[in-house]
């Protein structure tokens, strides 16, 4: 199993559509964990760290379940702008993991 | 302040040659990470440096690989001879402590042919 399993996708919506990415985890010593953006040929960024009580950020929220160790993350009102890979990463001990990635279309 | 740079953004070498790396952290982050990115693949994990020791190792795929960071500053990543199934993007990653946020540098492609 891997460490950091993800949908595969790729996702393609239509702009202003809900999406929901799924992330599941296999190591339950996991402390920190993080979504990150990679638009093509581009380096990772961090998008939004994810807490144990949920998280929002504008159009963008994050919850965490650690009994599930189950990750998502979900973009309301999508834009055109927020096409790209969506990495989720966990750190089960002192190195960020990735999972493989989910690639979200955005289309007019 | 100036991010994470790395050099050269790309590099196509022959299978056999030696191609190395770099990495110019920011400032005063000691946590220093190489990652690679295969075609197809997820981001891996190749190894970690608090200052200049390595802290973790595990990810580095054989000894072909060495990496190191002169003085707890810039970071190089060797490998010798290179191999075709090596090519892939070379990511170079740092972060103040822990939890926080990794900054990564844009990246080497490297192709071996």
Redesign the interface.
Known sequence: RKEVEQDPGPFNVPEGATVAFNCTYSNSASQSFFWYRQDCRKEPKLLMSVYSSGNEDGRFTAQLNRASQYISLLIRDSKLSDSATYLCVVTPGTALIFGKGTTLSVSS | EAGVTQFPSHSVIEKGQTVTLRCDPISGHD?L?W?RRVMG?????LL?FVKESK??ES?MPNNRFLAERTGGTYSTLKVQPAELEDSGVY?C?VRQS??T??F????TRLTVV
């Open positions: 946590n990470y990652y693949k997820e981001i891996k994990f970690h802290q973790d990810g990511f990653a822990m939890n946020e990794a990564f540098g844009q990246g």
